[in-house]
Nanobody
Framework: QVQLVESGGGLAQFGGSLRLSCAAS????????MGWFRQAPGKEREFVAG????????RYEEFVKGRFTISRDNAKNMVYLQMNNMSPEDTAVYYC????????????????????WGQGIQVTVSA
């Protein structure tokens, strides 16, 4: 069955770094655009970053540009989110998600466009 399993979350200090990983299985990973979303306490889930099926295109929300980097390894069915210069505002549950799109490098950012989701992983940044 389809699985997306996030790892690498935990506690980071203000200005510190974490690297999230997402292991995918049960579907043709290279046919899917991959995204990272997050949900902070009391807030709606929001798009953070996405990467096209080929890895040739990426998209970031303004609040993470220059700090976060998304990447993927299609040979390993993995997607990553490198988070640098973190702040307490980055505290949230982070979700990995997959959107079938192998015909263009466009990256969707709407939740409803993503077919598969991981269970989420907590990231906490202390002040």
């Amino acid at each position: 069955q389809v699985q997306l399993v996030e790892s690498g979350g935990g506690l980071a200090q203000f200005g510190g770094s974490l690297r999230l990983s997402c292991a995918a299985s049960g579907f043709t990973f290279s046919n899917y655009c991959m995204g990272w979303f997050r949900q902070a306490p009391g807030k709606e889930r929001e798009f953070v970053a996405g990467i096209s099926w080929s890895g040739g295109n990426t998209r970031y929300e303004e609040f993470v540009k220059g700090r976060f980097t998304i990447s993927r390894d299609n040979a390993k069915n993995m997607v990553y989110l490198q988070m640098n210069n973190m702040s307490p505002e980055d505290t949230a549950v982070y979700y990995c998600a997959a959107n079938q799109n192998y015909y263009s490098d466009y990256i969707n950012y709407q939740e409803w466009e993503y077919e598969y989701w991981g269970q989420g992983i907590q990231v906490t940044v202390s002040a």
